[in-house]
Nanobody, 125 residues
Framework: QVQLVESGGGLVQAGGSLRLSCAASGRTFSIYAMGWFRQAPGKEREFVAAISWVGGSAYYADSVEDRFTISRDNAKNMVYLQMNSLKPEDTAVYYC??????????????????WGQGTQVTVSS
């Protein structure tokens, strides 16, 4: 089992930036990919970005392409989400997740097996 703890959420004005962090512990050798998802009130959890643990290939949801950047530090078992040009519609709880497999473009919640508790991001207009 992998344990995940997110941090870095908060309140920011539209156009601002935040950097989310996620620390992984436990059976980290089983991680093949890490991802970020988000869930707004009354909506389903949706994919934001993911990165392969080996090689660092990254891909994004269309809604955050060119604004968000996912990165990882294998030595520290950390993954980050740099969020720029934030919009009110980015407001959500952001979750970190890991997968025991990797294929480019996997975006389903069911592709990821371990989840953090989430961190709130609120963007004011």
């Amino acid at each position: 089992q992998v344990q995940l703890v997110e941090s870095g959420g908060g309140l920011v004005q539209a156009g601002g930036s935040l950097r989310l962090s996620c620390a992984a512990s436990g059976r980290t050798f089983s991680i093949y990919a890490m991802g970020w998802f988000r869930q707004a009130p009354g909506k389903e959890r949706e994919f934001v970005a993911a990165i392969s643990w080996v090689g660092g290939s990254a891909y994004y949801a269309d809604s955050v392409e060119d604004r968000f950047t996912i990165s990882r530090d294998n030595a520290k078992n950390m993954v980050y989400l740099q969020m720029n040009s934030l919009k009110p519609e980015d407001t959500a709880v952001y979750y970190c997740a890991t997968s025991r497999s990797y294929r480019p473009g996997m975006e389903s919640v069911s592709d990821f097996t371990s989840w953090g508790q989430g961190t709130q991001v609120t963007v004011s207009s």
